[in-house]
């Protein structure tokens, strides 16, 4: 499996992009202003979405994917996520007055999208590939997600705060190698990180104690102009766990 990353920031600006990831050539893990990048060629092959959640950051740009390639396409691309995140976006984006409805374009019988639900902890296959969702803790219902080739797993966290069933599950994945988690906020903001629940360092550093497995740790969704500061505090809050910075572009081979 390889996984690209097409956008890991909280905001855009200065070449900043929201979260968007590839996974191989026919798969997004969510769908943020990052699918921008991507060429119409590779638009095209995509045939699944896996959603964490259903904020902007993280769906805008499914909107503008299906309606750019629905109609060269042969098949409806998937919306794969848990199912209060689909009415949420069959509800407020999908509904006729934000954008049209394209479980029913051009008919329901041949659309250009369609829905399928996913249960937390169920492993979804897919082609030899193991993609099983995760608890994570958010302002909204929210999930993260495992990717498993089979010899070894990457986590993607989502948007997440304080959450002990996180670690829970994190622990029990023995072919762990990456872990790709969020600090959006610095420590002086560490009150607005607890109430939109995300993670600043010091957030995040109160609950890496709880991580029982080695993994080569990255940091995603700092928001713009804090990052430099976010990853300074990281380094001194959590640099033990020797974490990177994700960044655009970067790959994942597992």
Known sequence: MKLRILGCSGGIGSGEQTTAMLLDDDVLIDAGTGVGNL??????????????????????FIPFLV???GSIRNKPITIHAIQSTLDTLREH????????????????????MRYEALTLGDTFFLEGRAITPLPAHHTVPTVGFQLDSGTASLVFSGDTTT?????????????????????????????????????????????????????????????????????????????????????????FEF
């Open 163 to 251: 959450h002990d069933a996180f670690w829970m599950a994190v622990n029990r994945i023995a072919n762990l190698k990456y872990l790709i988690i969020e600090s959006a906020f610095c420590n002086q903001k560490r009150d607005i990180a607890i109430r939109s629940r995300h993670f600043c360092p010091s957030l995040l550093a109160e609950e890496l104690h709880k991580l029982e497995r080695d993994a080569e740790m990255f940091i995603t969704h700092m928001k713009p102009g804090e990052a430099d500061v976010i990853m300074d505090e990281i380094q001194q809050c959590i640099g033990q766990y020797n974490p990177r910075r994700l960044e655009n572009n970067q790959s």
């Open 93 to 112: 984006l999908f509904n006729w007055h934000l954008w049209p409805d394209f479980t029913r374009i051009p008919n329901e019988n041949s659309p250009y």
């Open 67 to 69: 309606d750019t390639v």
């Open 39 to 60: 060429s119409l060629s590779e638009m095209i092959k995509i045939d699944h979405i896996f959603v964490t959640h259903a904020h902007l950051d993280h769906v805008a």
